[in-house]
Protein backbone atom coordinates (compact mmCIF):
# COMPACT_ATOMS: atom_id res chain seq x y z
CA UNK A 1 0.00 0.00 0.00
CA UNK A 2 1.20 3.82 -0.89
CA UNK A 3 0.13 6.80 0.53
CA UNK A 4 0.76 10.43 -0.98
CA UNK A 5 2.29 13.58 0.92
CA UNK A 6 -1.34 13.85 2.18
CA UNK A 7 -1.62 10.53 3.55
CA UNK A 8 -4.20 9.23 0.74
CA UNK A 9 -3.74 5.86 -0.22
CA UNK A 10 -4.65 4.83 -4.34
CA UNK A 11 -7.28 2.90 -4.20
CA UNK A 12 -8.95 3.22 -7.52
CA UNK A 13 -7.74 3.25 -10.93
CA UNK A 14 -10.03 5.16 -14.15
CA UNK A 15 -8.29 3.63 -17.36
CA UNK A 16 -9.31 6.33 -20.41
CA UNK A 17 -9.35 3.41 -23.56
CA UNK A 18 -10.17 6.18 -25.80
CA UNK A 19 -10.39 9.75 -26.34
CA UNK A 20 -13.09 10.22 -29.33
CA UNK A 21 -16.64 10.04 -28.55
CA UNK A 22 -20.00 10.27 -30.64
CA UNK A 23 -21.56 13.34 -28.41
CA UNK A 24 -20.33 16.51 -28.17
CA UNK A 25 -21.53 17.59 -24.58
CA UNK A 26 -20.39 21.17 -24.73
CA UNK A 27 -19.13 20.68 -20.83
CA UNK A 28 -16.38 18.07 -21.99
CA UNK A 29 -15.93 18.04 -25.68
CA UNK A 30 -17.66 20.74 -26.87
CA UNK A 31 -18.40 20.61 -30.95
CA UNK A 32 -14.77 22.23 -32.81
CA UNK A 33 -11.31 20.96 -33.52
CA UNK A 34 -10.29 18.48 -31.51
CA UNK A 35 -6.74 16.68 -31.88
CA UNK A 36 -7.18 12.39 -30.99
CA UNK A 37 -4.90 10.03 -30.66
CA UNK A 38 -3.79 7.47 -33.52
CA UNK A 39 -4.46 4.21 -32.94
CA UNK A 40 -0.45 3.30 -31.94
CA UNK A 41 -0.20 5.98 -29.55
CA UNK A 42 -2.89 4.38 -27.65
CA UNK A 43 -2.18 1.78 -25.02
CA UNK A 44 -2.82 -1.68 -26.12
CA UNK A 45 -4.72 -4.25 -24.08
CA UNK A 46 -1.82 -6.16 -22.93
CA UNK A 47 -0.11 -2.87 -21.89
CA UNK A 48 -3.43 -1.90 -19.61
CA UNK A 49 -3.64 -4.97 -18.45
CA UNK A 50 0.15 -4.85 -17.23
CA UNK A 51 0.06 -1.59 -15.74
CA UNK A 52 -3.85 -2.29 -14.04
CA UNK A 53 -2.22 -5.72 -12.41
CA UNK A 54 0.84 -3.25 -10.96
CA UNK A 55 -1.55 -1.27 -9.61
CA UNK A 56 -3.57 -3.32 -8.01
CA UNK A 57 -0.06 -4.68 -6.50
CA UNK A 58 0.38 -1.20 -4.92
CA UNK A 59 -3.47 -1.22 -3.36
CA UNK A 60 -5.95 -0.35 -6.00
CA UNK A 61 -8.79 -2.06 -5.40
CA UNK A 62 -11.18 -0.48 -7.94
CA UNK A 63 -11.02 0.11 -11.81
CA UNK A 64 -13.46 1.82 -13.99
CA UNK A 65 -12.91 1.76 -17.39
CA UNK A 66 -14.16 5.99 -19.15
CA UNK A 67 -13.14 7.75 -21.65
CA UNK A 68 -14.11 9.76 -24.33
CA UNK A 69 -16.77 6.84 -24.70
CA UNK A 70 -14.98 3.56 -23.76
CA UNK A 71 -18.08 1.95 -25.99
CA UNK A 72 -16.18 2.94 -29.09
CA UNK A 73 -13.57 0.93 -28.82
CA UNK A 74 -13.20 -2.12 -30.55
CA UNK A 75 -13.01 -5.53 -28.42
CA UNK A 76 -13.62 -3.59 -25.26
CA UNK A 77 -15.17 -7.00 -23.81
CA UNK A 78 -11.97 -8.89 -24.23
CA UNK A 79 -10.16 -6.42 -22.20
CA UNK A 80 -12.98 -6.34 -19.78
CA UNK A 81 -12.47 -10.46 -19.53
CA UNK A 82 -8.80 -9.95 -18.75
CA UNK A 83 -9.41 -6.88 -16.22
CA UNK A 84 -12.28 -9.40 -14.44
CA UNK A 85 -9.41 -12.23 -14.23
CA UNK A 86 -7.27 -9.85 -12.16
CA UNK A 87 -7.38 -10.92 -8.17
CA UNK A 88 -7.11 -8.27 -5.98
CA UNK A 89 -9.79 -5.65 -7.31
CA UNK A 90 -13.05 -5.86 -5.91
CA UNK A 91 -14.44 -3.78 -8.00
CA UNK A 92 -14.86 -3.54 -12.24
CA UNK A 93 -17.06 -0.69 -13.56
CA UNK A 94 -17.48 1.45 -16.85
CA UNK A 95 -18.87 4.91 -17.34
CA UNK A 96 -20.69 5.37 -20.53
CA UNK A 97 -22.64 7.89 -22.43
CA UNK A 98 -25.08 4.72 -22.90
CA UNK A 99 -25.55 5.07 -26.72
CA UNK A 100 -24.20 1.94 -27.43
CA UNK A 101 -25.59 0.07 -24.73
CA UNK A 102 -28.08 -2.12 -25.88
CA UNK A 103 -25.72 -3.11 -28.36
CA UNK A 104 -22.72 -3.99 -25.53
CA UNK A 105 -24.45 -4.46 -22.02
CA UNK A 106 -25.13 -8.72 -22.44
CA UNK A 107 -21.50 -9.40 -24.08
CA UNK A 108 -20.12 -6.80 -21.32
CA UNK A 109 -21.97 -8.97 -18.54
CA UNK A 110 -21.14 -11.99 -19.59
CA UNK A 111 -17.05 -10.49 -19.75
CA UNK A 112 -17.29 -9.73 -16.10
CA UNK A 113 -18.36 -6.04 -16.03
CA UNK A 114 -19.83 -5.72 -12.50
CA UNK A 115 -21.14 -2.49 -12.53
CA UNK A 116 -22.10 0.80 -14.77
CA UNK A 117 -22.45 3.97 -14.82
CA UNK A 118 -24.91 5.67 -17.69
CA UNK A 119 -24.74 9.56 -17.78
CA UNK A 120 -28.10 11.17 -18.50
CA UNK A 121 -28.08 14.76 -18.55
CA UNK A 122 -32.14 15.34 -19.45
CA UNK A 123 -35.17 13.41 -20.28
CA UNK A 124 -36.72 15.93 -22.52
CA UNK A 125 -35.45 15.00 -26.53
CA UNK A 126 -34.98 18.91 -26.94
CA UNK A 127 -32.86 19.57 -23.41
CA UNK A 128 -31.00 16.15 -24.10
CA UNK A 129 -29.78 17.25 -27.81
CA UNK A 130 -28.55 20.01 -26.30
CA UNK A 131 -26.52 18.24 -23.36
CA UNK A 132 -24.97 16.55 -25.69
CA UNK A 133 -23.92 18.57 -28.58
CA UNK A 134 -27.05 17.91 -31.14
CA UNK A 135 -25.79 14.44 -31.61
CA UNK A 136 -27.65 12.11 -28.67
CA UNK A 137 -30.65 10.46 -28.48
CA UNK A 138 -32.44 10.25 -25.02
CA UNK A 139 -35.13 7.53 -26.23
CA UNK A 140 -31.52 5.29 -27.44
CA UNK A 141 -29.77 6.14 -23.99
CA UNK A 142 -33.07 5.06 -21.63
CA UNK A 143 -33.01 2.19 -23.99
CA UNK A 144 -29.67 1.29 -23.36
CA UNK A 145 -30.22 1.54 -19.38
CA UNK A 146 -32.96 -1.04 -19.88
CA UNK A 147 -30.76 -3.15 -21.54
CA UNK A 148 -28.11 -3.30 -18.87
CA UNK A 149 -30.97 -4.00 -16.55
CA UNK A 150 -32.19 -6.97 -18.43
CA UNK A 151 -28.33 -8.26 -18.90
CA UNK A 152 -28.34 -8.14 -14.91
CA UNK A 153 -26.67 -4.75 -13.59
CA UNK A 154 -28.91 -4.71 -10.85
CA UNK A 155 -28.34 -1.23 -10.15
CA UNK A 156 -27.14 1.19 -12.65
CA UNK A 157 -25.74 4.63 -11.61
CA UNK A 158 -27.18 7.93 -13.66
CA UNK A 159 -25.14 10.80 -13.56
CA UNK A 160 -26.55 14.22 -14.70
CA UNK A 161 -24.36 17.21 -15.24
CA UNK A 162 -26.14 20.08 -14.42
CA UNK A 163 -25.67 23.11 -16.07
CA UNK A 164 -27.85 26.09 -14.40
CA UNK A 165 -30.21 27.49 -17.08
CA UNK A 166 -29.91 24.60 -19.85
CA UNK A 167 -31.36 21.36 -17.66
CA UNK A 168 -31.67 22.08 -14.08
CA UNK A 169 -35.68 22.19 -14.95
CA UNK A 170 -35.64 18.33 -15.70
CA UNK A 171 -33.74 17.65 -11.91
CA UNK A 172 -37.22 16.70 -10.57
CA UNK A 173 -38.76 15.19 -13.84
CA UNK A 174 -35.12 12.67 -13.83
CA UNK A 175 -36.20 12.28 -10.17
CA UNK A 176 -39.32 10.87 -10.58
CA UNK A 177 -38.38 8.30 -13.40
CA UNK A 178 -36.02 6.42 -11.60
CA UNK A 179 -37.45 6.82 -8.13
CA UNK A 180 -38.59 3.71 -7.04
CA UNK A 181 -36.35 1.50 -9.00
CA UNK A 182 -32.91 0.29 -8.06
CA UNK A 183 -31.35 2.40 -10.15
CA UNK A 184 -29.14 5.79 -8.40
CA UNK A 185 -29.43 9.06 -9.60
CA UNK A 186 -26.09 11.33 -9.42
CA UNK A 187 -26.25 14.93 -9.49
CA UNK A 188 -23.01 16.90 -10.76
CA UNK A 189 -21.77 19.77 -9.85
CA UNK A 190 -20.81 21.18 -13.25
CA UNK A 191 -16.36 21.31 -13.36
CA UNK A 192 -13.95 23.33 -14.81
CA UNK A 193 -12.32 20.75 -16.26
CA UNK A 194 -10.14 21.34 -19.15
CA UNK A 195 -10.06 24.65 -20.62
CA UNK A 196 -12.38 24.10 -24.17
CA UNK A 197 -15.55 24.24 -22.09
CA UNK A 198 -15.06 27.84 -21.42
CA UNK A 199 -16.13 26.81 -18.01
CA UNK A 200 -18.45 29.88 -15.99
CA UNK A 201 -19.51 30.12 -12.20
CA UNK A 202 -22.55 31.22 -12.92
CA UNK A 203 -23.65 28.05 -14.83
CA UNK A 204 -23.08 25.59 -11.56
CA UNK A 205 -26.30 24.86 -9.46
CA UNK A 206 -24.87 24.45 -6.47
CA UNK A 207 -25.76 20.67 -4.70
CA UNK A 208 -27.81 22.54 -1.86
CA UNK A 209 -29.96 24.09 -4.48
CA UNK A 210 -30.80 21.18 -6.01
CA UNK A 211 -31.38 19.34 -2.81
CA UNK A 212 -33.19 21.82 -1.44
CA UNK A 213 -35.48 21.54 -4.65
CA UNK A 214 -35.99 17.73 -4.35
CA UNK A 215 -36.47 17.67 -0.89
CA UNK A 216 -39.35 20.01 -1.21
CA UNK A 217 -40.75 17.23 -3.31
CA UNK A 218 -39.49 14.39 -1.88
CA UNK A 219 -38.60 14.64 1.38
CA UNK A 220 -35.08 13.56 1.98
CA UNK A 221 -32.68 12.05 4.81
CA UNK A 222 -28.96 12.48 4.52
CA UNK A 223 -26.62 9.12 4.73
CA UNK A 224 -23.33 8.50 5.86
CA UNK A 225 -21.00 7.49 3.88
CA UNK A 226 -20.39 4.19 2.68
CA UNK A 227 -16.62 4.20 2.89
CA UNK A 228 -13.51 6.54 3.55
CA UNK A 229 -13.36 8.86 0.14
CA UNK A 230 -16.70 8.12 -1.44
CA UNK A 231 -16.90 11.16 -3.79
CA UNK A 232 -21.47 11.32 -3.44
CA UNK A 233 -23.34 12.11 -0.78
CA UNK A 234 -25.39 10.24 -0.32
CA UNK A 235 -29.48 10.69 0.82
CA UNK A 236 -32.47 8.70 0.80
CA UNK A 237 -36.12 9.09 0.17
CA UNK A 238 -37.83 9.61 3.24
CA UNK A 239 -40.78 7.23 2.07
CA UNK A 240 -37.93 4.50 1.05
CA UNK A 241 -38.13 4.79 -2.38
CA UNK A 242 -34.61 4.57 -2.87
CA UNK A 243 -31.82 7.40 -2.66
CA UNK A 244 -30.20 9.82 -4.31
CA UNK A 245 -26.57 11.73 -4.52
CA UNK A 246 -24.37 14.63 -4.97
CA UNK A 247 -21.27 15.42 -6.04
CA UNK A 248 -19.80 18.41 -5.38
CA UNK A 249 -16.66 19.50 -6.54
CA UNK A 250 -17.31 23.20 -6.95
CA UNK A 251 -19.17 23.86 -3.32
CA UNK A 252 -18.24 20.88 -0.97
CA UNK A 253 -14.61 20.18 -2.21
CA UNK A 254 -13.75 16.32 -1.01
CA UNK A 255 -9.74 16.39 -2.19
CA UNK A 256 -8.91 15.13 1.93
CA UNK A 257 -10.23 11.59 0.78
CA UNK A 258 -9.22 11.50 -3.16
CA UNK A 259 -7.36 8.07 -3.35
CA UNK A 260 -8.37 7.58 -7.41
CA UNK A 261 -5.02 7.25 -10.03
CA UNK A 262 -5.74 8.16 -13.90
CA UNK A 263 -4.32 6.41 -16.49
CA UNK A 264 -4.94 8.53 -19.99
CA UNK A 265 -5.44 6.44 -23.28
CA UNK A 266 -2.16 7.33 -24.06
CA UNK A 267 -0.83 5.94 -21.11
CA UNK A 268 0.50 8.46 -18.49
CA UNK A 269 -0.34 8.62 -15.07
CA UNK A 270 -2.42 11.68 -13.81
CA UNK A 271 -2.95 12.30 -9.91
CA UNK A 272 -5.59 15.03 -10.78
CA UNK A 273 -8.55 15.39 -12.64
CA UNK A 274 -7.19 19.43 -12.80
CA UNK A 275 -3.42 18.30 -13.59
CA UNK A 276 -1.84 20.01 -16.48
CA UNK A 277 0.36 16.82 -17.54
CA UNK A 278 0.70 13.38 -16.35
CA UNK A 279 4.06 11.48 -15.99
CA UNK A 280 4.56 8.86 -19.33
CA UNK A 281 4.62 5.05 -18.55
CA UNK A 282 4.16 4.26 -22.01
CA UNK A 283 7.56 5.48 -22.96
CA UNK A 284 9.15 3.15 -20.55
CA UNK A 285 6.66 0.10 -20.99
CA UNK A 286 7.48 0.66 -24.83
CA UNK A 287 11.30 0.82 -23.96
CA UNK A 288 11.29 -2.47 -21.93
CA UNK A 289 11.09 -1.22 -18.40
CA UNK A 290 10.82 -4.46 -15.71
CA UNK A 291 7.85 -4.42 -13.38
CA UNK A 292 9.90 -3.08 -10.94
CA UNK A 293 10.98 -0.52 -12.70
CA UNK A 294 7.48 0.47 -13.60
CA UNK A 295 6.50 -0.03 -9.57
CA UNK A 296 9.06 2.45 -9.04
CA UNK A 297 8.13 4.96 -10.70
CA UNK A 298 4.19 4.83 -10.07
CA UNK A 299 5.34 4.69 -6.39
CA UNK A 300 7.53 7.68 -6.69
CA UNK A 301 4.78 9.37 -8.44
CA UNK A 302 2.16 8.77 -6.01
CA UNK A 303 4.33 9.73 -3.11
CA UNK A 304 5.29 12.88 -4.20
CA UNK A 305 1.45 13.46 -4.82
CA UNK A 306 0.23 16.95 -2.90
CA UNK A 307 -3.19 17.93 -5.53
CA UNK A 308 -6.15 19.15 -3.75
CA UNK A 309 -7.10 21.63 -6.86
CA UNK A 310 -10.59 21.60 -5.94
CA UNK A 311 -9.50 22.91 -2.32
CA UNK A 312 -7.82 25.53 -3.89
CA UNK A 313 -9.94 26.26 -7.04
CA UNK A 314 -10.68 30.09 -5.62
CA UNK A 315 -7.61 31.21 -5.58
CA UNK A 316 -6.36 29.78 -8.59
CA UNK A 317 -9.08 31.43 -10.40
CA UNK A 318 -8.12 35.04 -8.66
CA UNK A 319 -4.71 34.77 -9.76
CA UNK A 320 -5.37 33.64 -12.45
CA UNK A 321 -2.32 30.39 -12.47
CA UNK A 322 -3.32 26.56 -13.10
CA UNK A 323 -5.13 27.95 -16.34
CA UNK A 324 -3.49 24.62 -18.15
CA UNK A 325 -5.71 21.49 -17.12
CA UNK A 326 -5.49 18.57 -19.17
CA UNK A 327 -9.17 18.01 -20.97
CA UNK A 328 -11.64 15.69 -19.09
CA UNK A 329 -12.40 13.15 -22.47
CA UNK A 330 -8.27 12.44 -22.23
CA UNK A 331 -8.68 10.86 -19.08
CA UNK A 332 -11.63 10.23 -18.35
CA UNK A 333 -14.30 11.79 -15.51
N1 LIG B 1 -18.37 9.28 -22.30
C1 LIG B 1 -18.67 8.69 -21.05
C2 LIG B 1 -19.77 9.42 -20.35
O1 LIG B 1 -20.13 10.53 -20.76
O2 LIG B 1 -20.29 8.87 -19.38
C3 LIG B 1 -17.47 8.56 -20.13
C4 LIG B 1 -16.50 9.69 -20.09
S1 LIG B 1 -17.14 11.21 -19.39
C5 LIG B 1 -15.75 12.25 -19.51
C6 LIG B 1 -17.25 10.77 -17.67
C7 LIG B 1 -18.16 11.60 -16.83
O3 LIG B 1 -17.65 12.91 -16.74
C8 LIG B 1 -19.58 11.74 -17.36
O4 LIG B 1 -20.52 11.37 -16.39
C9 LIG B 1 -19.69 13.21 -17.67
O5 LIG B 1 -20.99 13.68 -17.51
C10 LIG B 1 -18.72 13.82 -16.68
N2 LIG B 1 -18.24 15.15 -17.05
C11 LIG B 1 -17.66 15.53 -18.20
N3 LIG B 1 -17.35 16.84 -18.18
C12 LIG B 1 -17.76 17.31 -16.99
C13 LIG B 1 -17.74 18.59 -16.37
N4 LIG B 1 -17.23 19.65 -16.98
N5 LIG B 1 -18.25 18.71 -15.13
C14 LIG B 1 -18.77 17.62 -14.50
N6 LIG B 1 -18.80 16.39 -15.01
C15 LIG B 1 -18.33 16.23 -16.26
FE1 LIG C 1 -18.40 12.26 -24.71
FE2 LIG C 1 -18.78 11.62 -22.19
FE3 LIG C 1 -17.48 13.86 -22.83
FE4 LIG C 1 -20.06 13.72 -23.31
S1 LIG C 1 -19.09 13.63 -21.30
S2 LIG C 1 -18.49 14.47 -24.73
S3 LIG C 1 -20.33 11.61 -23.80
S4 LIG C 1 -16.80 11.83 -23.22
FE1 LIG D 1 -8.91 14.60 -6.35
FE2 LIG D 1 -7.87 16.59 -7.76
FE3 LIG D 1 -10.52 16.31 -7.60
FE4 LIG D 1 -9.13 17.13 -5.47
S1 LIG D 1 -9.36 18.21 -7.38
S2 LIG D 1 -10.75 15.56 -5.50
S3 LIG D 1 -7.23 15.94 -5.73
S4 LIG D 1 -9.08 14.87 -8.55
Not at 38 to 53: G, M, Q, S, W
Not at 147 to 172: C, P, T
Not at 212 to 235: C, F, H, K, T
Not at 279 to 304: C, F, H, M, Q, Y
Request: hydrophobic share 40%; aromatic share 8%.
Amino acid sequence: MISDKLNRPIHDLRISIIDRCNFRCPYCMPEGRHSFLKEDTRLNFDEIVRLATLFVKLGVKKLRLTGGEPLLRPNIENLVSRLAQLSGPNDLALTTNGSLLTEKAVSLKRAGLQRITVSLDALEPEIFKTMSGDKGNVLGVLNGIKAAEEAGFFSVKINVVVKKGINDRQILDIVEYFRGTQHVVRFIEYMDVGTCNHWQLEEVLASKDIIRMIDARYPLQAQVANYRGEVSSRYAFEDGKGEVGFISSITQPFCGDCSRARLSTDGKLFTCLFAKDGVDLKIPIRSGASDNEILDLITKTWSARTDRYSEERASFIKSQTHTQKIEMFQIGG
